[in-house]
């Protein structure tokens, strides 16, 4: 099959004509080789052979670099091409009486051809352009998402391995914004009730004690009696205790970030903790407490989001510190997640629950004694405790753009510092101020009168 293109120009404007080749797998070029040292480009695939024609008969010709082209002539007009290696190189005509009649610069490149169909085929509406250089390939244009241009890529290596030159850039929006909502509810409830008796008599006290060890020192309340018994004096006391506590914690970090890359976010603080090393020195390290956030977000395709993400709430806790006599080291109560997920813009998901419900009981009785229906009871001693935790952590991702500076609004936008009048005449310690300008401005303005807001059913 003859194809005719037009590559090259000519200085002088002397065209020849194209001949049919007679190999099955050369491809006819048209070829403008001119007389009188003119010189003129020939582009060749690798791999693949041309066929071109002069105008005027050669007697002699010769390729520069045989490694990157080889030549063979077919007739006294007719030279046949083939592309070896990426380069280029210089193939001279001579005449019969050795005079020179053209210098052609062929320049052999990978063929992409068969990769431009397989790139149009895999992502039909993206405008990729595909260009060679040298012995690699060099792609350009604007492309949807992060996951098609990886794609692109990925295709683009399989035809020139680690000789591919990526000058795509990514449209759409490509900044993520992650809300994370930490919700945690403690609630403790512990009831104890106990009782001590003593006995005494003329030569002194014959016993005394608690019917319950550990029994908790805080007399919140207590009954107390006593009987005699001939000689011997008996004492009772009944100590009961009832707490209960609601901890609620509740943390919300907002953290924007560019897709495919990391974001962190730290709002707490660092304790200082002593290392001993290896020579008997102690430094001092610190660790972070408080609310950690660390994710990288990546566009994949249009609004949907992949999402790597660490985040963390850590408090100091001293109840369970590490003592060695000379100094305390507090420990941490920490709840983390790690995880990778998909949403779409404005989808939340629920990355991690705990659920925990912790019971402890005990009792103590004297001998036989507190096996006595209804007086048994006096001698004998029970308590209880029951700690039950819920954590739930929500994300929410949302594409966002940039906005003009005015249109956000500060916590400190609404408040001023007091005048000296305000301040001591009526002793406040600060003066709203609403904002007049902008978008914060003109929500400032409107008048809420009545129910307004969300109703969910």
Avoid: C
């Avoid at 005027?56 to 063979?72: M, Q, Y």
């Amino acid at each position: 099959m003859t194809y005719r293109r037009i590559f090259g120009a000519a200085l002088l404007g002397l065209a020849i004509s194209v001949s049919p080749t007679f190999s099955p797998v050369a491809q006819a070029e048209t070829l403008k080789v001119v007389r009188n040292g003119t010189d003129s480009v020939l582009s060749v695939p690798m791999n693949r052979a041309v066929v071109v024609e002069s105008d005027v008969p050669f007697a002699e010709l010769s390729i520069a670099n045989p490694g990157i082209a080889d030549i063979s002539s077919l007739s006294d007009r007719t030279i046949y091409v083939l592309g070896k290696a990426p380069g280029a190189t210089t193939l001279t005509l001579l005449d019969a009486t050795g005079r020179l009649i053209t210098n052609v610069e062929v320049r052999v490149a990978p063929d992409i051809s068969e990769f431009k169909e397989r790139l149009r085929q895999i992502l039909p509406s993206e405008k990729v352009e595909v260009r060679t250089a040298n012995d690699g390939i060099v792609l350009s244009g604007t492309i949807s998402s992060m996951q098609k241009l990886q794609r692109a890529l990925d295709l683009a290596e399989r035809y020139a391995p680690e000789r591919v030159s990526n000058l795509m850039t990514v449209g759409g929006v490509q900044q993520v914004l992650l809300k994370v909502r930490f919700a945690e509810m403690q609630r403790t409830v512990s009831k104890s009730l106990s009782s001590s008796i003593s006995a005494s008599g003329t030569n002194g006290s014959i016993f005394t004690g608690s019917l319950l060890n550990g029994a908790n020192p805080d007399r919140l309340g207590a009954l107390g009696f006593s009987f005699d018994i001939g000689s011997v004096e008996v004492g009772v006391l009944l100590e009961a205790l009832e707490q209960k506590g609601v901890v609620r914690t509740l943390s919300e970090p907002n953290l924007t970030a560019l897709s495919g890359q990391e974001a962190k976010f730290l709002a707490g603080g660092e304790y200082p903790v002593p290392v001993s090393q290896e020579n008997g020195a102690v430094t001092i390290e610190f660790k972070p407490f408080g609310v950690e956030l660390n994710f990288i977000p990546r566009v994949v395709d249009g609004d949907l989001i992949n999402l790597e993400l660490e985040t963390a709430v850590s408090a100091i806790d001293t109840a369970n510190a590490y003592e060695d006599g000379t100094f305390s080291i507090a420990a941490f109560r920490r709840r983390e997640a790690s995880t990778t997920v998909e949403l779409r813009d404005g989808e939340s998901f629920a990355i991690a629950g705990l659920l925990e419900d912790d019971f402890q009981d005990k009792t103590g009785q004297i001998p036989w004694l507190g096996d006595i229906p209804v007086l048994g009871s006096l001698f004998r001693s029970a308590e209880y405790q029951r700690d039950q935790s819920e954590l739930v952590i929500i994300i929410t991702a949302h594409l966002v753009t940039p906005t003009h500076g005015e249109a956000l609004a500060l916590p400190t936008d609404r408040i001023k510092p007091p005048s000296e009048k305000d301040l001591f005449l009526y002793g406040k310690v600060a003066k709203d101020k609403r904002p007049t300008s902008g978008a914060a401005g003109e929500v400032a303005k409107q008048d809420f009168g009545g129910s307004y807001g969300y109703v969910m059913d």
